[in-house]
């Protein structure tokens, strides 16, 4: 079968047209129904995903200061624990919820997340009336259960690759990066509304409840997790991939490329290490603005915030940008070269390289200034040896070294977990979709103690040096497996009871695989 030059057709003349050739009828295109119900079902899943980025969103910020409110002398390494326990849960929650998938229809995890979904955000508000050690457990428990309902990223991308065609995937995945974006830019700016209100407080005291600016979030999850699991319940169709889609894999196909295991490892660690940038990044933005700019704390988290507000928004244009006019012209390797080029670019930017010193707190240089109208606590630790000879990072180097990062990850994001399951099988992608964001999770993970370790013994220079070299290293390893990024031919064969003939007719006039990408 000839698949050079071919591109995707799209409207309602070729769901009728698709339909006519696997019913053999010419006046009775019944599948386009069947498309409908599909699309409906996408969107329905892209929905979830908002809701899941929202909840997880929503309150991170505010977690610290609800535990001082349970408990005033809570230390802040608990506040780590409840971050530990966060990603240690999504790890777990990746590879249980894969499986589940895997083995039961589709519905059935989606539903159990939000459940879970329901379940934590119920704790979550109750801890404050509970109070003390038992309190702090239960911020605990809750962030361990919300960490769990990552795994919903694993059911989603499973169910879209195996609801899509390999041309249709990379287009959906984008927008299902794009509401995971959205989402999450979302969840934070409610926050920061509710925060307005202050720190006002009613107790109901039959329930032990506080309602407040911690629990006002937790509460309308509550309300979105009902919501969204009867959206499920009413709209996605229960099925199993392995035995609603029968694919089966070309007698052409090059066997060579069928899961080389160094092809799958290398985008495992790209993914993983895509992860691992992001999470980097979000763990020392602050102390570095803090640090290079002299400036307080509640001023860098806040111009931190509006970094990731900037790079959010930017990621969303650029993920529209690619689905409308890249991803019909340029293969996704192609793509991927590019985007985890640009990370890479990105951290080199980041590295100081200005030729001004940085203010060292109560001070220039070794020198001590007294002057009452500075902050001695403003300008770079001295006890950090780094500081008395790094150089200051130039604002517009800073913003170019964002702007990369946020190019590079928003489209490395989406296509990988695609191109990863293009390649890696035809079949059911529940275990390989659950063993990349395991991976993702794991970099999630490791960056914060890592990179919180090396910027705070060896500096920005060094800590983003490493941190290039590493993405660059990954990105040679890309390259020199670049002919073998291709997905396995298959022909998807919709399992309908037609005859063979017009099922034969309908996978040769649209086979749901493209050229080599």
């Not at 071919?6 to 006046?27: H, Q, R, V």
């Not at 499973?158 to 999450?184: K, N, P, W």
């Amino acid at each position: 079968m000839t698949t050079s030059g071919m591109t995707e057709k799209t409207g309602d003349s070729e769901s009728n047209e698709l339909a006519t050739a696997i019913n053999g009828n010419e006046e009775k295109p019944l599948e386009s129904s069947d498309v409908e119900k599909k699309q409906q079902s996408l969107w329905i899943i892209y929905f979830t995903m908002f809701i899941a980025m929202f909840g997880i969103s929503i309150g991170i910020s505010s977690t610290w200061p609800y535990l001082q409110k349970i408990d005033q002398h809570v230390s802040p390494t608990f506040l780590g624990w409840t971050y530990f326990s966060f990603n240690v849960a999504a790890i777990l929650g990746d590879v249980s919820f894969g499986t589940w998938l895997r083995y039961r229809p589709n519905r059935e995890p989606m539903i159990g997340v939000f459940c879970i979904s329901i379940l934590s955000p119920i704790i979550f508000v109750f801890a404050q009336g509970i109070g003390g050690r038992m309190g702090l457990i239960a911020v605990l428990i809750s962030r361990a259960l919300l960490g769990s309902t990552r795994g919903n990223m694993t059911v989603t991308r499973s169910i879209i690759s195996e609801s899509t065609s390999v041309l249709q995937r990379s287009v959906a995945m984008a927008r299902l990066s794009i509401a995971m974006t959205i989402g999450f830019a979302s969840g934070s700016g409610l926050q920061a509304l509710i925060a307005l209100m202050g720190d006002r407080s009613v107790f109901i005291s039959p329930l032990k409840l506080h309602i407040n600016l911690y629990t006002i979030p937790a509460l309308f999850l509550i309300l979105c997790g009902v919501i969204t699991a009867g959206l499920i319940f009413h709209f996605v169709k229960p099925t199993q991939g392995v035995s609603d889609s029968k694919q089966t894999v070309s007698k052409t196909a090059d066997r060579s490329n069928r899961r080389n295991p160094c092809v799958l490892v290398t985008l495992l660690i790209m993914f993983s290490l895509t992860n691992f940038s992001l999470s980097l990044m979000e763990s020392l933005t602050v102390p570095l603005l803090q640090h290079q700019y002299a400036l307080s704390k509640p001023k860098a988290v806040t111009y931190g915030g509006l970094v990731f507000t900037a790079q959010g928004i930017t990621g969303c244009f650029v993920q529209v940008f690619a689905m409308r006019f890249l991803f019909s012209r340029f293969s996704d390797r192609f793509l991927i070269a590019i985007a985890y080029g640009c990370i890479a670019a990105s951290f080199i930017f980041y590295i100081p390289m200005g030729g001004i010193k940085l203010m060292l707190q109560g001070g220039f240089g070794n020198a001590t200034i007294n002057n009452t109208m500075q902050d001695s606590t403003l300008g770079c630790p001295r006890e950090f040896e780094w500081c008395h000879d790094t150089p200051q990072l130039y604002f517009p180097q800073l913003i170019i070294a964002a702007l990369l990062f946020c190019i590079g990850y928003s489209t490395c994001i989406g296509l990988l977990v695609s191109l990863f399951t293009k390649v890696v099988s035809a079949g059911n992608q529940s275990t390989s979709v659950s063993l990349i964001s395991a991976c993702g999770s794991i970099g999630r993970l490791t960056a914060p103690i890592i990179g919180t370790y090396s910027y705070v013994n060896i500096g920005p220079q060094y800590t983003f040096t490493w941190a290039s070299l590493l993405i660059s290293v990954t990105f040679i390893a890309f390259l020199c497996q670049y002919q073998r990024m291709t997905p396995q031919k298959t022909e998807k064969l919709l399992d309908l009871s037609h005859s063979n003939h017009a099922s034969n007719v309908a996978a040769e006039k649209y086979p749901y695989f493209v050229t080599p990408v």
